[in-house]
Each structure stands twice: as C-alpha cells, then as structure tokens.
C-alpha cells in the first residue's frame, strides 16, 4: 500500500449531535457521571463540553424518539479552507448546502458521507469564556478542572457503522483529504474497518462494517481522559452509577487504544479512552493493514472482542427504518 | 495578541545532535538509563532512538571535547517543502547549503538560526526496520517495549537558550512557518521565553533567555514516556543510578508539563515528560502571554523554579569562547 | 539498634479531632475539596470519613478560637486489651479516666502523652451503614466512590510535634506497645523524628522535634488516596480550589511516602499520600536510622525540606501559650 | 455470621517452592520478565527474591517432572509463637515434623493442611543484604530497583485449590489462627471459595474448589507491583515476551483486586496484582459472603471469569494420581 500523503483543510473533529430518547437522564448522564459541562441550551437540544474542550461545545444533546447521531461536525483550518473544501463536497455531488450556522459557530456548510451520516463543517467558532466560578487556575487551560465523575477532558473520536466500508474511506480521502492510518482487510478483500485522521492523533474517526448492511448508523463517541488510571477509575464510577459497561477496560490491538465502553441511558455507545502519548507524525505514515487471522486474535491482552460491538449501533437495528446493502 | 495562523512545511522535530565529553558514560545512560536502542554507530558517532520513534534515529550522541548541541533537525512534509523551506531560508541569509545527508535520512538543507544554532532540514528518511529480537507484538509500534531503565518512548522536544529570544521567535515564525503556543513578555516588553509548534503537540521547541547574554547554547532536550507515573518512576531510576536530578518531578504552569530534569554524565540536561493528553487542535490558537509577575509564581503547584534552571546550559558558560549580547 | 519485637493491643489509628476557628470553610474544605462525607453532627463538631473508614467517622471537625488537634484516638483489638491497656496508661501516671465515648464508639479510656497531646482508647465501635444514596456496588467496600474532589481513602496516620521525642518515642513503645520502624538521631545524640506502627502500614504516627520547644502541638493529619497518580491529580484539584500548597508532590526519603501538604482553611496541615504497597511484615523490622547528614540531603529525588515544615504547626506559635522546654 | 476475632501467631506469608518442569526457561520468565533477582542456587533449586522482600527468598524454583507447587511458608512472628504454634498443629494430627530448615531459614516446622498441600513455619530467617551493585539509594529498601521487566515488588499472596473448602478454611482459622475475610457460600450451603489472611492485607491466602475434586493442587502465586499502572505495562511485557495471558487486568469483585494471570513457561499460574490501599484493620472484620448468584455476575466491570480459571490447576489433572473427592 503506498504511503498517503495529502493536506487536509480539515482541523480537527469539532462537534457531535447525540439524539437522545431519554434526554433527561442522557444529560445526568452526561454532567454527574461524565463530568461535563452544559454550556448552553436551545429547543430540544442541550450544549455541552469537556473541561479542555476550546469551543462552546463538542457535544449537542437532542431530545428524539430514536437514538443515533445527528450530525457530527469538523471545523476547518480558515476562512479559505472552508470555501475550497465545500466546493469540492459539492462537486462531488453530496452537499446539502449552507446554513447560517449554530449556538457556538458560524456559517457552516452541510452534506452527507457516502453512507448516509450527516456531516458538518465550519471555520467561525465562539471561543469558550468560563464563568467566574468555572475559570481555571492557569490560564492556558480552557475551565476549571470539574472534580466530578469521571472528568473527562476533549472530545477524542468518533465511531461510526458502514454498509461500505471502502466507499466511505475514499469519500474521507478524496472528498475530505484525511489520511487513512490503520485498516482491516478481509480475506477475500473486502474492507471491514477504516481509521483515519487530520491531525497528529493517530484516528480523529473510524468506521467499520454494519452487519447488518445498515446505512449511515452511529457506532460510538469517544471521550478522553489523562491516563490509563482515569480509564481505570471511570470503571470503577460506571459501576457505581449503574451505568451498563460493555467491555473494557482493555487494549486494543488496532490503534492500541486503552478503551471502556459503556451505553449511555439513551442507547447510544460511550467511550472512555487515555489520551495517550501516541501520536503520527510521520508524513507518509503507511496505513498499517490487519488481516482477518489478526482480528481473530481479538483484543491486545487477548480478550475476545464482544459479539454486541459487531451488531450493536444506533438506533438500534429494530428502529432502523433505512435501506440496507444488499 | 493576534491569532497565529500558519502553514508550515515542517512536519515534525526529528532528531538532535548531543557532544559529549564522556562520550562511554553518556551512552551508557542513554540506553541503560534511559532505555534507548543503539540503532548505528560512524565516526565519532552512535546513532539511538526510543521505542516509539519511527526513523532510524532521534538522538546522535558525539565525542567532543566540550558539552552541547551539535545541530537539531526537522522533518519537512514532502520532497516539495523541502526545496520551498530551504529557498525561503537561504533568501533570509541563513543559509549553509545541501549535504547528502547523514546515516537515516537523505539530501539535508543546512542553516544557522538567528542565535547561531545549527539546524537542518531533510524529507528523505530510513524508516526503522527492528531486527527479529526487537520485534514487537504488535506491528502498528515501531520497536518491541525494551521494559528496560525508563523506557522513553519517543523524542519530545528541545529546549534552547538565545542571547535575542524575540528575534529567535520572529525567525522561527516568519522563516520557518511555526506557531507561537506560549510565551513570556517582561514588564519592559522584552521577551524572555517562546514555546513553538509545528504540529499538534503544543510545543516542539522551546526558548529562554540566556542569562549570560550567550549565543546559540543549548537548554535541554526531552524525551516523553506514557504517564505522569512514569515519570516518577523515572525519578525512582535515576536515583538508583546517581544520576544528579535538578528538579521535578512537578508540573509547569506554562505548558502545563509533567517535568524531570536531570544531567546525563557528559553534562547536557535531558528531561522526561508525559507525552500527554495536551494538544494544540485549534487552527487559530492564540499565544498564551505570561507576565513577569506570574512568572515569578514558579512552577504549578508552587514549587519555585530553581535557579540552575536559568543560569545553566551547555556549552558550560566557562567553556562558551563566542560573542555575547551586550 | 536491637530489633524491637511487642505485641500491641492497639488495632489501629481510629479518628483524630481537629479544632478550626474558620469551621464553615473547614467543612466545605473536607467535604467539597476533599471528597469526605458527613456522617453526623453534635455540638460544635461535625463528624466526617473517607469513603472506605469503615467506622463512623475518622475526623471530628470541631469549631475552636484556635486552630490545633482536640485529641486522637485508636480503637484496640478487644474489650479485653481495652482493659488491660488503659490499667498500664494509668498505672503509668497519664490516665484521665473513662467516658461514655462519642457517637459512633463506646467507653473510652482518656489520657495524655508526655508531651501533653490528649489520647483516648476504645473497642466498642459503630461500623459505617450508608444510607440508599452512598451504598456502593460492591459489598465489600465501606460506602460508594464519592467522584468528587480528592476522594480520599481511609484516614492514614497523623504527626506531631513533641517538645522532647525521646520522651515520647518512649512512651509509645514502653506505655502503648506500638513499634518503631524509623528514627532521626542528631549527632549529638538527640532523637529528632520518630516513626511508629501499630498494625503493617510502616507508621500510622510519626512526630518530629518542635522547634519552639513547646509541648502538644499538632504537625498533620493524612488521608490516603489510591495511588500516586491521585496524588497528583489532588494537587490539581488543591490549585483550583485556591488550597494553600505548602511542598509536594514529591517523594520522602523517611518511609518513602508520596507526600502533599496542604493547609485547610481553620490552619491545621493536611497530608494527601499514596496508600501504597510498602508495608512492614517483618515481626523483628529493625528501626531505620536516619542521621542529620543523611536528613540534610532532603527529599528522595533532592527537593529541599521546606522551612515552614520544620517551624509551622497548630495551635500557631504566636497561639501557644503552654510551656515550653528549655 | 459471628465476626472472627483471632490472634495469630503467624506473621506473613514468607515463601512459596514451584515445581518446573521446563526449569530454565521458567527462571528466565521469572528474572528477565518477572524482574525478580537470584540470590542463590542448591541442588536442582533456585531462589529468587522481589526488590522489596526482605528475606533470603520468596520464591524457591525446583527443577520437576510434573508442575505444581513443592511447599509454602509462613514466618512466624517470635520463637515462642514457633513452638507454640508447632505444638498446636502437631496435636491437630497433621505435623511431619521438625527440620533444620533450608537456604535463608532456620529451624522449621513441617506439616500438611486437611487437603494434602505442604506447608512450613519458622521464625529465623537470613535478612538480605544486598551485594554493591545492587544496593538502593535509600536505606529503608531491601534491594536496588531493577528497572527490568515486570518489576515485581514482594509477594503478595498464595491461591489453591481443594477438594474440601470449608474443611481447609476450619483449618487455617482453628489450626493455624488466620482470620476469613471473604467467601463464597453457594445456595446448597456448601463453601466453595475462601480469603484468609494473618496480616492486614486483606488475605494472604486463598482457596476454592476443585472442580475435579482432586487434592492439594495449586492455583497461583501473585507478586505484587505499585500501581494498576504497572499492572498495565506489566500486560504490555508479557505481550512482547510471548507470555501466554489467561485474562486480566480486570479488577476482582472478591477482595476488589486489580488482576492479570499468566502462566509462566512450566505451567504454573502466575498472578500480578496491585499491593493497593486496601488493608484489612478492623480487629473484628466480620467474613464478606459472596453469594452464588453474586459469583455469576462476573468480575468487578463485567468481564465474565474464564473457564479455565475454574480449572485449570498445577499439576494439571491429566498429570494427577493422588484421591479425589466423591
């Protein structure tokens, strides 16, 4: 596979719209045991953010009869970046068109995936100012360091679920210009995972396939935290809370992640993750390709990989209505 | 201050020459201590790298009869940058021209900084290919984890001192196309230090100001490992191995790093950090500006920065033979 | 030395009463900042723990003109020991007899050291039942993991200041029957620290030479979180929160603790450490004698021992009115 | 179920003999990966230490046909508690009787527990004394950090399996006088597991059925290390080492240990935990019963336990002659 070199105007995954069936406890979810902030409210929707977050928010929190995501956003690196990089969305034939923006950000330029997501991006942003109460001790960092549940820091990642897996990384390469840095390869070819970024972290957002040939589901949304330990303790608070844990905390293999997954009270999929050391700096970094024998061997430490990781999504596969690959 | 926005064509720092006067004892601290991995030796030379660092060296250690840097390097982005950067730098008058590179990397373009530094910049490089023993298990990491002294994981960054530190700023912003993350502006509007990404780290290269009005010395250079607590383990290993530690471990306020510093036997200062959670994701990220007054605060939780810190460099300021600031 | 081989009935350090001028900021100090839980209130006091003290409470918080300790206590292993070691005490000359006990313990036997600080002795006890709210998910643990603040442990051990140590080393192991693990001895003779242990934590109390030469005075009371990561992190949290931060984190050489001292706002020193894996299983554990020179080296990792540790205690100087030694 | 209230004569869990039948590949696994230190050679056994045990040995590893473990030892804590205790076991009818000890210990009294597993007392023992290079920095460590490896620091505790469990556990509490500080009682009334300890650890030893019936089999040794953290990159190693990972790190529901089991190259299982926070110091603690419903439930954050952890013992049960339990 020959290296991917390619400038991005993307900047970095700036925001998340969760939908939430039981917005009320989704958003205790969110601030008594997650440790986040609500920054702002509108309609349905609730503003919230982690403690290092720069932005008014990185999470929206809508009211909604199904789970799933709504929309996810990335802001991009200028004013220019944003005009270039909408024309070439909507050359390619899926742009939705412009809006005026939203609480938080200005005017932002809407479209979906090859797949059916819902994306965003934007390069106006309100810079988080924190109340008296919320202003930090050092003043290089965004607010005050919560002390609350599992005070997790920046939004890290996204996962999302595919009907086709390799059509919608070359949509992340070629329409977007975001660098693939890990992949499964079947045996018989057939993509099933895709890990990509714009930045130095070695993923910003991964996809992998749907089993159920689903279009355009939502996998999971990943915070981060400082350490290792973090990860261990957020454990420790999930049980506490009664928050169902689905596997972890362990390591991946692919990314090597240090992970815990749980399900917010509205269905959707959470992550916890370390926010670790491990960064691409490389240029030219090669996609590092896992074959179906290497998946097999599941997690780093040996853990089997959890049969609802493959299946399980939002909405749920009983309220996904959409079509489905043949 | 306005916001920095920048395209850079660095892509990353990439290694450091260090001289040594013990060149045996150096080496020996280098990869019992610090649990680096021999990858080459010429000349007067040994070639090493931390477990995680993807080209064939960051660190080339060199006899010498008195302590310092030799040159720093950085990585550009693509064979284009490397002829667009060198032309910027050589119509600046800092130029020193082309070389064919040394062991690991290709054609190197060859400067001066405004403080007299040696610096390079190259894109051609030798991705480290670990023999059987060195393998690692998984093969997403560049070299199996040595589990051997500190274990440092990949090079940080490098810290200078400038007889000029605004004029060494402007050159690293203007000639090179870095971003300014933080700083120090005194009360007389002088500035005393500037912290400068390329990346997403939130500093690649740091400088102070040489109390001494010296030229070109060099501060420290650091390596990261994985977690705050391995950098108190860090601090447990080079007590055992009396290795003299000058301060830490405690946290900056400015770049709220997780320092340790120590000085490896040739006499250069080495520090160990926490590759951490701390990114610089935003495009537009303004430099945080410290005071004089804040400055004197000392370190984040109170601890008051020792006065070695500012006095002490190498060369040792009794074996510095060049000009200085008046 | 010879080695010192008792049999205590001491179990363990069980409470500590601390007297604040400033009760109001001092509660909101133990409950808020340090993650503690009110269990009762009487009178001026108010009666907290850790979220793993398993008796009903381990601080009395008690308001007072002055800052200083009203009085520790430990339980002892059976009703019988409670007998038999409150006849020695009082047959020894310090005994003040017996009360009712508190809330949360039974009949106590009350006494004084040689230096004057107030002691009491109990067996019957009220383990801790959390109401619905604080139950945790797993049984064996004293109460639910708080997510808030420091989230200290369990109570750890508590230091003093002591016009004559010898005096009181002696008593603590000849009147008390606790052991002593480690020792300053000045090179003049003069013993100037004590460490001891009543259980196979290396100290549960420790007191040091006041240099005022006045009696009873009270040095700081620890609470052990979980790790040295959580050390780390309360120091964090102690910044945020305005917390004055005397010295630490760092490491002491004497018994190797990780240490943070801060001052709660009624003046009293509080110690955050790391409740860790050394401990004392040796039956025979020769006491570690430390000399001036070695104490003069400071810390394990070199910080210097700073002044105020050696000076500030409560009541404050210029608030103690007792005698002093000449 | 009444509390147990004990005194014991038994001062710690001291040592434990391991039979290999792939003797020099397992000391490489317990030198190079484990960390841990030889201190001597006799016959077909070597003895090997943790850097911070303070004895001759904790782990005496003998060259056998068949895996399993020879002996384990418990130092008592005086002379008199030896014959004391020696007499007591004897009347019990289950003592072998007297011998002049071994390598690092003196006179020693042998005997077998109600399920055929061998065990010794003594109280004279050979203090380490570390030779130059491996001398610490500080004088209150037994040895030198080795900065290799897993590091392990002290063993921690012992895990069998037997035929009969309650029969095992009457016998540590009546004959030995150690204290059950967990169990399990399946809905039949049968004990199917036990935690007992003679410190303040929380246990020292534990015990649960054989799921064969077979008697007097082993189910691991545990060394401790300082942290979760390390528990963590201790995984990292035995990865890298090719070390076969039965499950973990998970954290125990049972006494809430943070966990991860290899088998080491013999094929005796082998457990690195985290010499935590949790002590044992209430004199009256009464047993935690963990239920059979409880036990389903898995470990701590929901990791169902492995089959294999029900059955696998050394020496394996092919490999077993002796009776089984109806």
């Known amino acids: 596979m020959k290296p991917t070199i390619r400038s991005s105007d993307l900047a970095h995954l700036a925001h998340v719209e969760l939908l939430s069936p039981k917005p009320d406890e ?32 990185t999470l929206k929190l809508t009211a909604s009869k199904v789970a799933g995501m709504g929309h996810m956003a990335f802001r991009v690196t200028s004013p220019e970046a944003l005009e270039r990089r909408a024309a070439i969305i909507d050359a390619a034939g899926f742009g939705h068109g412009w809006t005026e923006g939203d609480l938080g950000h200005g005017r932002t330029f809407s479209f ?43 939004l890290d990642h996204l996962n999302l679920l595919a009907a086709d897996v390799r059509a919608l990384r070359l949509f992340f390469e070629d329409v977007l210009g975001m660098r693939t840095t890990e992949m499964i390869v079947l045996d018989n070819g057939e993509e ?49 809370n009664g928050v169902y844990i689905e596997t972890g905390p362990h390591k991946h293999a692919i990314q090597q992640t240090f992970f815990l997954y749980v399900y917010e009270p509205g269905g959707n999929r959470i992550e916890v993750d370390n926010a670790g050391a491990r960064l691409v700096l490389a240029p030219d970094w090669p996609p590092v390709v896992w074959t179906e024998a290497e998946r097999r061997l599941g997690q780093a430490w040996g853990l089997k990989t959890i049969e609802s990781f493959h299946t399980y999504g939002t909405p749920p596969i009983e309220d996904y209505t959409g079509p489905r690959r043949k």
């Not at 130095?200 to 290792?228: E, I, P, Q």
């Open 192 to 240: 099933a995972g895709a890990w990509m970024t714009a930045t130095n972290k070695s993923y910003d957002l991964a996809f992998t396939a749907d089993h159920y040939g689903a279009r355009g589901r939502f996998h999971h949304l990943t915070y981060a935290v400082d350490s290792r330990e973090d990860v261990l303790r957020a454990a420790d608070i999930f049980l506490e």
């Open 112 to 154: 979906s995936t090859t797949d059916g997501h819902r994306m965003e991006i934007y390069y106006e942003t309100e810079w988080y100012a924190p109340p008296p109460q919320l202003k930090p001790a050092l003043k290089n960092q965004a607010q005050r360091y919560p002390a609350r549940g599992v005070n997790v820091r920046r």
């Open 26 to 57: 989704s958003l205790r979810f969110f601030t008594d045991v997650m440790g986040m902030t609500v920054n702002d409210r509108r309609g349905e929707s609730v503003y919230l953010r982690g403690w290092d977050d720069y932005e008014h928010h």
